[in-house]
């Protein structure tokens, strides 16, 4: 069955970077989108981008440009989101999501990882 | 403020329909397809609903999706108490990024 497994819960001061890891299995990891969204505390769902683990080519949303950074290692079916110049308002859970690549939605979701910006 | 536009809040009771509306754009549910996706507190997101009407193995078919012109719906029927969830819409915009809806608490009284 298709699972996607994240790192667990961080904790970051402003100004500092966070990265994030998903594992997937049970599916052959290079022929799916992987997205990644978030969900700040109490609001709706926000699309961060996606990565091509095939080509490890990338669509970010515009208002991450610049901050955001998604990478895959398929030796070990692994994306990551990095962030970079955290704020505060970057508080919220993070989501990697399986994306088919003949279609536009999202079947499939990690469990979340929480990141926790405070000073 | 979200790109696609859905009521906040719904509710009705026990074995009663509802249905949620996500209202767009020709640039984005006028030319693409919907998603629909529920997300039980404390929960990821499940998808509910792919290409405007599908339902992935697994998915009731309480729960059906429909699309017309740049607006979509979700409807539930036979409701259940089990079904008291966030349910957002989602789709493709033509600025290449995807959008969903603000998302709608649904209630079941």
């Known amino acids: 069955q298709v699972q996607l497994v994240q790192s667990g819960a961080e904790v970051k001061k402003p100004g500092a970077s966070v990265k994030v890891s998903c594992k997937a299995s049970?599916?052959?990891?290079?022929?799916?989108?992987m997205h990644w969204v978030r969900q700040a505390p109490g609001q709706g769902l926000e699309w961060m981008g996606r990565?091509?683990?095939?080509?490890?080519?990338?669509n970010y949303a515009q208002k991450f440009q610049g901050r955001v950074t998604m990478t895959r290692d398929t030796s070990i079916s692994t994306a990551y989101m990095e962030l970079s110049r955290l704020r505060s308002d970057d508080t919220a859970v993070y989501y990697c999501?399986?994306?088919?690549?003949?279609?536009?939605?999202?079947?499939?979701w990690g469990q979340g990882t929480l990141v926790t910006v405070s000073s | 403020q979200s790109v696609l536009t859905q009521p906040p809040s719904v509710s009705a009771a026990p074995g009663q329909k509802v249905t949620i509306s996500c209202s767009g754009s020709?640039?984005?549910?006028?030319?693409?397809?919907v998603s629909w996706y529920q997300q039980l507190p404390g929960t990821a997101p499940k998808l509910l609903i792919y290409?405007?009407?599908k339902r992935p193995s697994g998915i009731p078919d309480r729960f059906s999706g429909s699309k017309s012109g740049t607006s979509a719906t979700l409807g539930i029927t036979g409701l259940q108490t089990g079904d008291e969830a966030d349910y957002y819409c989602?789709?493709?915009?033509?600025?290449?990024?995807?959008?969903f809806g603000g998302g709608t608490k649904l209630t079941v009284l």
């Open positions: 989602g789709t493709w915009d033509s600025s290449l990024e995807k959008v």
């Open positions: 290409e405007n009407n």
């Open positions: 999501a399986r994306g088919p690549p003949t279609t536009v939605t999202i079947d499939y």
């Open positions: 990565i091509n683990p095939n080509s490890g080519g990338t």
């Open positions: 020709s640039s984005n549910i006028g030319n693409n397809y």
């Open positions: 049970g599916y052959t990891f290079t022929g799916y989108y």
